[in-house]
């Protein structure tokens, strides 16, 4: 079965939201939601989810699930704020443990997966209407990545890119070149015809002059630049590894994460009602 699907492309994050649902019986979900934030002023506003909000009110549609697909280290998640507004659950792979477990003591977190509705394991389902979503465990690029294969589409978040731009760091805590590799070609297994739509999008210094995020599996295994047919896990390893040993630090890494391992929840208030999210400091 054919979902459809309409996407939102956030140009201060490279992000792209999906707005997925079944024809049938009009349910709908929504992967990787962003909360817009201005780290400069410190504020933050709705306006990318309330456009959600508005193009499924338009469609007619009723929103059944908020899927993420990791901890966004580039974003803030607009989860929390979604379910606040629609009641929609909100599902993760349950490998999110394993990232609360590690930055739970920075930021005066539980690490107990209690912020989300759902913490989904490997090949666990979701009804969506007549289609159904089952969750895909494609760790790498975080303990806690997984993607949503719904009928003939499936949403990767940052497991992998457009063709030309290849896949995502493995630098962060748990992350690993070796396991995202494995990942990617579990991917790769998919029928050929399989779309799959990416979790960001980056224009490359040259080629195509306009943003993308749906290709197949078809394309990716021709024309992947890090992992097509053909490179094997030891050149893929070195080659990721070699790429992250040069990547900065994500700009809202500290920012985005608190919030993330929250499901999109910002820290509680201080006694004053004032919220503040931590930016530990070390040394030099």
Known sequence: MKPQVQAFFDKATNTITYLVWDEASRAAALVDPVLDYNAAAGRIST?????????????????????????HADHLS??????EKTGAPIA??????KVQETFAPLFGVEADGAAFDRLLEDGETLPLGELTVTALHTPGHTPACVSYLIGDAVFVGDTLFMPDFGSARCDFPGGSARTLYRSIRRLLDLPAQTRIFVGHDYLPKDGRKDFAWETTVEAERAGNVHVR?????????????GRDAGLPVPALLLPALQVNIRAGALPPPDPSGRRFLRIPVGAL
């Open 92 to 97: 993760i792979g349950s490998g999110i443990l």
């Open 229 to 241: 047919d053909g490179v094997d896990e030891e050149a893929f390893v070195a080659l990721r590894e």
């Open 47 to 71: 306006t990318s989810a309330e456009a959600l909000l508005a193009a499924i009110e338009e469609r007619g549609l009723s929103l059944a699930w908020i899927l993420e697909t990791h901890a």
């Open 78 to 83: 607009a989860g929390h704020w979604l379910r």
